[in-house]
């Protein structure tokens, strides 16, 4: 749910591949646990609590965001990157948060979306939760350029996987104020400070400073990197096997000092484990990086319309709860990864308008504070 700009983006590759299976975890646990399961409950399989273990793979998109992030300023030291950084950041978010806003009231409209009929059909509490109001053009417009950040309701969402952006916009300002304020000097005290606060209020913004040290010290070439090198594969299994056992025996909810902790033990045992990174950064997971936030953004739409209509059908058919539930997996997943490659367009517009936004707010800001630098490059550039 954030870009890496320049020449570092090809280096890490391997954040892409996190983000991407990061929201396929998402997805299937939108489907599995929220749909399908409750149909069948022979899909409640120990072995399927971790790929669906969406909570785990919200708190991974947090640290990543964190890391990809703050990596430009590690790289440039350039105070400016955290100026553009801090003005494209809405911008970016709000036109596919509006994009997929509108997708949402215009299946609503359409009479599309059957997700209430299939709550009581599979007996889905998740399912029958959403559009529980009446929807409308101008509280759509509110909600995707307003309330989805500073008034967010999650009785009265037209996505519900968008409580999550208000985390990023509040975290994206942490990540620039921390590297603002504190640049390369006093930062060790300043992420002491900020994780203390964090995990003192229980608040999911933990995960972005995480994602911040994580950057610092892949970055930096000191011992403490060397040593995480040495010790990354012995990591990254225990956190594998850490990850499984909590998505199986810690009770929910969990909170977000745990999710936080577990997200950046995995984002950390990626980063410094080469054989890992490389996993990360092969072609198909570099793919589903690259659809990852359209994935996120786009897949609930199928499970109200398509997936509800198909498991109703399939059941008016005759066909049981388990077989029935089992087709509409097969079915969906496809479906929702063409229908995130449909909105890859609203993603490139949405990284296109954030650069002209911080590149015109930049333009004027040098013509107030240096009125004869802006003449001199007025005059410059006339013919």
Request: contains cysteine.
């Amino acid at each position: 749910m954030s870009e890496m700009n320049g020449p570092t983006t090809q280096r890490n590759g391997f954040l892409d591949g996190l983000r991407g299976w990061a929201a396929i975890m998402v997805l299937l646990a939108h489907l599995i646990r929220g749909v399908a399961s409750t149909a069948a409950p022979a899909l409640n399989k120990p072995f399927l609590l971790f790929p669906t273990d969406g909570d785990f793979a919200v708190y991974v998109f947090f640290v990543v965001s964190g890391f990809a992030l703050s990596w430009q300023y590690f790289s440039t030291k350039s105070v400016k990157s955290l100026t553009s950084l801090a003005v494209k950041r809405y911008p970016r978010l709000t036109l596919p948060i509006l994009a997929s806003s509108l997708i949402g009231f215009l299946v609503w409209r359409s009479g599309l979306m059957f997700n209430h009929a299939a709550a009581a059909a599979v007996n889905s509490p998740w399912l029958d939760s959403a559009y529980g109001f009446t929807a409308s053009f101008v509280d759509c417009l509110k909600f995707a350029l307003f309330d989805v950040f500073f008034n967010y309701d999650p009785q009265h969402s037209y996505n519900g996987v968008l409580w999550t952006m208000s985390i990023e916009l509040y975290g994206s300002m942490l990540v620039v104020g921390l590297l603002a304020v504190f640049g390369v000097s006093n930062r060790v005290i300043a992420y002491l400070g900020a994780a203390l606060v964090c995990a003192l209020i229980n608040s999911p913004l933990l995960a972005f400073v995480f994602g911040i040290v994580i950057a610092d010290t892949y970055h930096a070439r000191s011992r403490l990197r060397s040593v995480l090198e040495s010790v990354a594969p012995y990591l990254a299994v225990l956190t594998l096997i850490g990850c499984v056992a909590a998505s199986i025996y810690t009770p929910y909810p969990r909170d977000a000092r745990f999710l936080s902790m577990l997200a950046a033990f995995s984002v950390l045992s990626v980063s410094f484990c080469a054989p890992a990174r490389r996993v990360f950064e092969w072609p198909i997971s570099r793919s589903l990086g690259h659809i990852s936030f359209p994935l996120y953004l786009t897949h609930m739409f199928v499970l109200l319309s398509f997936t509800s209509w198909f498991f109703l059908t399939l059941e008016s058919h005759g066909l049981g709860k388990q077989a029935a539930a089992n087709y509409v997996v097969m079915a969906t997943v496809p479906l929702c990864l063409l229908g995130a490659i449909a909105f890859l367009p609203v993603e490139s517009a949405s990284i296109r308008l954030s650069r002209w936004f911080s590149r015109v707010c930049l333009a004027r800001d040098v013509g107030v504070l240096n009125p004869s630098r802006a003449a001199a490059s007025e005059t410059k550039g006339r013919p």
